[in-house]
């Protein structure tokens, strides 16, 4: 009888830490997420490499699907451009977790300004991408971004 008792309060405890399980891992994962976007606007593209796995295959921002080895090719073409400063800014829409894959939708906003901090492109793109835990690492294993409107 006493174990009946038990029962429920065990499973009240169990679902409190799935919970804070599941906000733990969207946290960490939103967090690679403006760690990504750090190295886009550092033009750090070996850091860039670092968040992404091995075998990952998406659309950025393309027709063709892209591996590894080409993910971060826009980034040095992006900041090439003369008299350009690059800034972004994030609009986390969600961020939905199974376990050790998070999924996360958001748009992203690609600012440049020239010399005299006047604006000279704003790009806003939507994003997904999905993370996998590798250990104790997140990776992309998989996304997508398309352009939502330009300016």
Do not use: C
């Amino acid at each position: 009888m006493k174990y009946l008792f038990i029962l429920p309060i065990f499973f009240l405890f169990y679902a409190d830490i799935s919970a804070q399980s599941e906000n733990a891992a969207k946290d960490e994962v939103w967090q690679r997420e403006l760690q990504y976007w750090q190295y886009v606007k550092n033009n750090d593209t070996v850091g860039y490499r670092t968040l992404w796995h091995d075998d990952f295959v998406g659309y950025p921002e393309s027709e063709k699907l892209t591996g590894k080895a080409k993910i971060a090719n826009w980034i040095t073409e992006a900041h090439n451009a003369n008299g350009r400063r690059y800034d972004f800014s994030l609009d986390k829409k969600m961020v939905n977790a199974f376990g050790d894959v998070v999924i996360t939708f958001y748009d992203e906003t690609d600012i440049w300004k020239n010399d005299k901090n006047e604006l000279v492109l704003e790009e806003v793109y939507k994003i997904t991408h999905t993370w996998k835990k590798f250990g104790d690492k997140w990776l992309i294993i998989g996304g997508m971004s398309a352009l939502k409107r330009k300016q």
